[in-house]
């Protein structure tokens, strides 16, 4: 049998006159028109808000908006939404391009026939078989989507998830549209091959790749036009009606998601603004306590949110029963924006939501449409913390900060004990060093961080490398004050560590801090200073690499596993060196279930370190019963503040388990039985 290629195509508009095809298409285009009323009223909203940072390149952008949004980066990272919004996500752009598609072939024919003897239809051949199979195998994918929203919404019901009344409408809408589509193009089959409706009937070559239809075709074989006509306009005025809703869902951040994504300012993640003190002595105010005092992005995004609860999940202050819902923090945002109450936002997020964050990142690293909690938060802790709101032990550490440079409060002058016996130069009495090392305020001071400070150095003065640190002329960085809100603090003891590190000009600061690897690396850049800055498990594992430090045996004492800090796996993405220098000792290293970008938080972070809690209310001990699930019997880390949090919280669930730096279990393995190697010569 020879195919005519002209026969296959479908009909459309059977029994629609052009008067009802004009009816049609003022629906469809009002309905559509009230999405772009809705965006046009949101965008004055967003146009409050203050100017956005310098914008990321154009292709930076375009990679945001392909990877995150159109390509769904983010969703597969949990495995129930993921099976039911990719298919749903992605049979919906195909539904609605091939929708767009066939209004295009229709406007086509129209439009050319004017002009010509017969208009053309590209509709056809080919290009129809592929389009229909495309299409029918997309709307599938859109039924077994909603059906499975649906049942996480009447069956689980997730207590993180938000279940408005009109996402649910929305959904059944969707459903309904697809299904009476099916019955659509089953009806429409059953037309085609009517010789009493179409003459010439469609062959059944020309219909068979309509597979859905095709195959529901034999149930609508007694249809007549009539009966077709009446169900097409309730087709119609469904879809019309969906689109109609669209823009007071949740399921708005289908379109929405890209914009946001393709907009995103050049922000890093958990780095707030930086107010000059000049503005702050002019206007007399610092930080945020109106909607109008965010960035345009920033109210932007959240219009974006679409309550999934992925943020809430993952929340380790939320965990342990505090206050705070990153979710309920922008859901409460964005309806005091909509609302014009926004002026106060005292009246609309209390102190103690704000001050139980840790500023982990755990929120903005799963939220699929990228908002920036953290930053959120700590536009407006600043605020309070101006006003006066922060009281008990962070304000006592504060006011250590001032008159100590560390919170700890003890005086510069005790700042280099920890290096007794160790023969540690300063930059002072070295300045040809080629890598600086930032000791810390916990190096210096906590006697576990010393500790850990003595074994990194004996490890570089066995590796030959040549280093120096600044001794007492070496201030905390200023990321508790940061965090906490109190940014003045903050400035000047950047400004003054800016001015020690150039007066030096280190080539290589290495750090055994997260926070000040963030801080130095990140935020000083706001003040001109840009340092190549690297965790002490980088240097440590290029110096293994290299063979300047040796690699021990197999020791055989049991497994160990890492506890990724927040500001290195998460914030700063860096979380392969820690455990290379685990596995180079010969160590079986473990992973528990939360690990890498996706771990959880110790609890020290965002200035908690220094706060009050309740026993039950430790993050520490959630992440503590996970890492002692792997059955390891070392627990190793990578921060001071872990190690302080974590080792208190293991202690109390098992404490024959030790906490250890990575750098103090590779010099137990080097010192048990290594020798230095011949190249251990040398600078780093």
């Known amino acids: 049998m020879e195919w005519n290629w002209d026969l296959i195509t479908r009909h459309t508009y059977i029994g629609v006159s052009p008067l009802l095809k004009v009816v049609f298409y003022a629906i469809i285009f009002g309905s559509l028109g009230v999405g772009v009323v809705w965006y046009w009223k949101r965008l004055q909203l967003w146009r409050q808000g203050q100017p956005d940072a310098e914008p990321l390149p154009l292709k930076v952008r375009l990679a945001n908006m392909l990877g995150y949004a159109l390509g769904q980066k983010k969703v597969p990272r949990h495995r129930f939404g993921a099976v039911f919004h990719l298919p749903l996500y992605a049979g919906f752009v195909m539904l609605f391009i091939g929708t767009t598609l066939l209004a295009i072939a229709e406007w086509t024919e129209i439009g050319t026939g004017i002009f010509l003897q017969e208009g053309i239809w590209f509709h056809k051949g080919l290009y129809y078989i592929l389009y229909e199979l495309t299409l029918d195998l997309f709307g599938l994918g859109v039924i077994f989507g ?59 070559y020309a219909q068979v790749w309509s597979f859905v239809g095709y195959t529901l075709a034999p149930m609508f074989e007694n249809i007549n036009v009539g009966a077709y ?40 993640p958990n780095v707030p603004s930086i107010e000059s003190i000049e503005r702050i002595e002019q206007t007399g105010k610092m930080g945020v306590n109106s909607i109008q005092e965010f960035s345009r992005w920033h109210l932007m995004s959240l219009d974006a949110c679409m309550g999934c609860g992925r943020c809430e999940r993952v929340c380790p202050a939320n965990a342990t029963g505090k206050p705070l819902n990153p979710k309920r923090i922008v859901e409460k945002l964005r309806d005091a924006m909509a609302n014009g109450k926004g002026d106060d936002l005292t009246q609309v997020i209390s102190d103690e939501e704000l001050f139980a964050c840790t500023t982990c990142g755990a929120c903005n690293n799963e939220c699929p449409v990228l908002i920036e909690h953290p930053t959120l938060i700590m536009e407006m802790r600043r605020y309070r ?176 596993v890492f506890h990724d800090p927040c500001y290195l796996a998460r914030v700063n993405r860096i979380a392969d060196a820690p455990r290379t220098v685990l596995q180079e000792t010969g160590a079986e290293l473990r992973e528990p ?18 706060m009050d809690e309740l026993p039950h209310e430790r993050p520490g001990l959630i992440r503590a019963e996970e890492l002692l699930k792997t059955g390891a019997r070392t627990v190793a880390v990578g921060c001071p503040f872990c190690m302080i949090m974590v080792s208190d919280s293991v202690k109390q669930k098992d404490d024959r388990v030790p906490v250890k730096d990575i750098a103090e279990i590779l010099l137990e393995r080097i010192e048990a039985g290594a020798v230095v190697p011949e190249s251990a010569v040398g600078h780093a």
């Open 146 to 204: 909603c059906l499975l929203a649906l049942y996480r919404r009447h069956v689980q019901k997730p207590k993180s998830v938000s279940l408005e009344r009109i996402d649910g409408v929305a959904v059944w809408l969707l459903l309904l549209i697809c299904l009476n589509g099916y019955a659509l193009e089953a009806a429409r089959i059953a037309l085609e091959r009517n010789p009493e409706y179409m003459n010439p009937p469609r062959p059944q």
């Open 229 to 268: 006509r009446v169900w097409w306009w309730f087709h119609a005025l469904s879809v019309a009606s969906w689109f109609a809703i669209l823009p007071f869902t949740r399921v708005r951040h289908w379109f929405l998601a890209p914009i946001v994504a393709f907009y995103k300012p050049n922000y890093l």
């Open 385 to 560: 913390v101006a006003e006066g709101n922060l009281r008990g032990t962070p304000a006592s550490t504060l006011q250590r900060l001032m008159t100590q440079s560390n919170p700890w409060g003890l005086p510069l002058s005790e700042r280099m004990k920890w290096a007794e016996g160790l023969n540690v130069p300063t930059a002072r009495e070295n300045p040809d060093f080629e890598v600086l090392f930032w000791v810390g305020c916990a190096g210096a001071y906590d006697s576990r961080g010393q500790q850990v400070a003595r074994a990194i150095v004996k490890l570089l003065q066995r590796a030959g490398v040549n280093f120096a640190v600044l001794g007492p002329e070496e201030r905390c960085t200023g990321d508790t004050p940061r965090r906490l809100g109190e940014d003045l603090l903050f400035q000047e003891l950047a400004q003054q560590n800016v001015q020690t590190l150039e007066k030096y000009k280190p080539r290589r600061i290495v750090t055994m801090c997260p926070h000040c690897l963030h801080t130095l690396k990140n935020e000083y850049k706001a003040f001109g200073a840009h340092y190549e800055v690297v965790h002490h498990s980088q240097l440590l594992a290029e110096l293994i690499q290299q063979g300047r430090l040796p690699r021990p045996a197999p020791m055989g004492n049991g497994a160990v």
């Open 593 to 610: 279930e939360r690990h890498a970008d996706r771990t959880f938080c110790c609890g020290a972070g965002g200035g908690r370190m220094w």
